[in-house]
């Protein structure tokens, strides 16, 4: 990406989602019925990757799969580790996963 693409996705994506995290704690967000439905038709034990997983709301979906979520923006990883989340800050268009590394992978909204 060239520096002033960069510059301008830090200015008016980034920050905003930085500044913006504290919010996202305390607001009930509902879940899309279609993604639930994805979720909870993966077998147990498949391990499944939400990638821009923001706050954590898709993660906790199917209790009976292992869940890792990553997201851009620290706060809301924060958001999502405080509610028992397994989480992790990197950049999801590079992300530290080996290919084929999961059965599943969400990225929503």
């Known amino acids: ?3 002033e693409a960069a510059q301008l996705e830090k200015q008016h994506v980034h920050d905003v989602y930085e ?3 504290p919010f996202f704690s305390g607001l009930p967000s509902k879940a899309w019925p279609r993604v639930c ?3 909870l038709d993966q077998k147990p034990g498949s391990l499944v ?3 821009g997983c923001g706050t ?3 993660l906790k979906v199917n209790s009976q799969v292992h869940t890792l979520g990553c997201d851009y923006c620290g706060p809301l990883v924060e958001i999502a580790r405080n509610r028992g989340c397994e989480v992790m800050v990197c950049d999801n268009l590079n992300l530290p996963f080996r290919d084929q590394g999961f059965d599943a992978i969400i990225s929503i909204g």
Do not use: E, R, S
């Open 1 to 3: 990406m060239d520096p």
């Open 19 to 21: 500044n913006t995290a």
């Open 37 to 39: 439905q994805f979720l």
């Open 49 to 51: 990757a939400d990638i």
């Open 56 to 58: 954590g709301k898709y």
